[in-house]
């Protein structure tokens, strides 16, 4: 009778308190995205209060180990060295399912999330989607309003703002190549206006080889992303990092930086001595689509001897109030759980969810989940090659050709492989 109720309580205590009964020195590792807002203490607290409830499990952390390497990489070379994570950030699912590398999550073990089902890859979940941020525009209120320019609304308008801001002496747009990644946030914007708000699913449409991107709607897309990127970022967009964006943006030497919601975390340290506002890249009638980042969360590693742990310590990721709430306000993200989870929300951020309630939201585009996402290799062809030469001027036409020929590469590539 006292063995069956020590059983009882310690089930109660699974339930209760998170308090998981593995076995003296069961270790799980947790390869996670070292960065400014989320520092490698951010992460070592969330080890600490899980093996504060967990007694017996240890939780080693692991990071991108510089700037230069990113953390999909560095993911890359764990599993070619077989070093690969128990748990991970993970960022591109897509090029990990195809050789086994993630496990699948049974139904109902996300119950926690609004959507358990967004990002599946054939039929099955392999993360846990932890935020959700927007990309958008931010830009200097008193600039816009000692020039008398409106929050543009079309995007003749936007061109009619970057014309007289220009005019003005002030460089329109914080833009940056150097880093390799910012610009396209800029790209995705235009492709989620311009073809994902009338197809969202189009992606998947291309991996089944129906459409092409040397397609009108992605072209005149990219051709307004080249305006912006040629015209009116400056004289050295290939030398500018992304700190140096924010430095232009924040010191008021450029009027706007078209970026993703995370900078309301540079927003927040109220350096600034102007007031920042938000609106999404306009189409050509209105303003009413605005693309957003579902692809990052929470995935194991297939190959874990403790699956059951893994799983366990992501629920508490996301059901943990200190824990979850201090990572939303890291960045002032958007939450994906069910339940309500309070935070220090600064007044842009609160403004920027009042907007975008009633406006279509799409993927954005090099970030798609599930189905839709980019085969392998192609995100970061996108990101390293693609808007890279066609924010600096190259015919748009001929590299979205050679974007389907990378699609032609990359789907045999696949096809081997299985």
Not at 170 to 181: E, F, N, S, T, V
């Amino acid at each position: 009778m006292k063995k069956l109720l020590s059983v009882i309580l310690c089930l109660a205590l699974v339930c209760g308190t998170f308090c998981f009964a593995g076995a003296e020195g069961e270790k799980i590792v947790f390869c996670v995205n070292i960065q400014p807002q989320l520092p490698l203490e951010f992460w070592e607290s969330i080890a600490a209060r899980y093996k504060a409830a967990n007694p017996g499990v240890e939780v080693e952390i692991i990071g991108n180990p510089s700037s230069n390497e990113t953390l999909f990489v560095y993911e890359k070379n764990l599993l070619a060295t077989d070093q690969f994570p128990d748990v991970m950030v993970m960022q591109n699912p897509a090029d990990f399912v195809p050789s086994g590398a993630l496990l699948a999550f049974e139904d109902g073990e996300l119950d926690y999330l609004t959507d358990p089902e967004v990002g599946k890859i054939g039929g099955k979940q392999y993360v846990a989607n932890y935020k959700k941020q927007i990309i958008g525009v931010f830009y200097n209120k008193d600039m816009f309003a000692a020039n008398g320019i409106e929050v543009p609304n079309t995007w003749d308008e936007l061109v009619a703002a970057c014309d007289k801001l220009l005019a003005a002496g002030i460089q329109p747009i914080a833009q940056g190549l150097k880093d390799g990644w910012p610009q396209a946030q800029l790209a995705n914007m235009f492709a989620g206006t311009d073809l994902l708000a009338k197809d969202p699913h189009w992606g998947a449409k291309r991996n089944a080889n129906e459409v092409k991107f040397n397609n009108p709607d992605l072209v005149k897309g990219m051709q307004k992303y080249q305006t912006l990127c040629t015209k009116y970022s400056g004289d050295n967009i290939t030398g500018i990092t992304y700190t140096q964006m924010l430095e232009l943006f924040f010191t008021g030497k450029a009027a706007m930086l078209p970026i993703g919601s995370w900078v309301n975390a540079e927003v927040a340290k109220g350096e600034q001595d102007f007031e920042v506002g938000w609106f999404p890249i306009p189409g050509d009638e209105n303003a009413n689509v605005v693309s957003v980042f579902v692809n990052e969360g929470l995935s194991i590693g297939a190959q874990t001897k403790y699956p059951e742990i893994c799983k366990d310590f992501i629920r508490f990721f996301f059901t943990d109030k200190e824990t979850y709430s201090e990572f939303l306000k890291s960045e002032q993200l958007f939450a994906t759980t069910k339940e309500s989870v309070e935070y220090d929300m600064i007044p842009l951020r609160k403004n920027m969810e009042e907007q975008i309630a009633s406006m279509q939201e799409v993927e954005g585009f090099e970030s798609m989940t599930g189905d839709d996402a980019f085969l392998p290799g192609l995100k970061d062809y996108f990101t390293n090659k693609l808007t890279q030469n066609i924010a600096l001027g190259a015919d748009v036409e001929a590299e979205l050709n050679a974007f389907d020929a990378e699609w032609e590469l990359a789907n045999e590539a696949l096809e081997d492989a299985q």
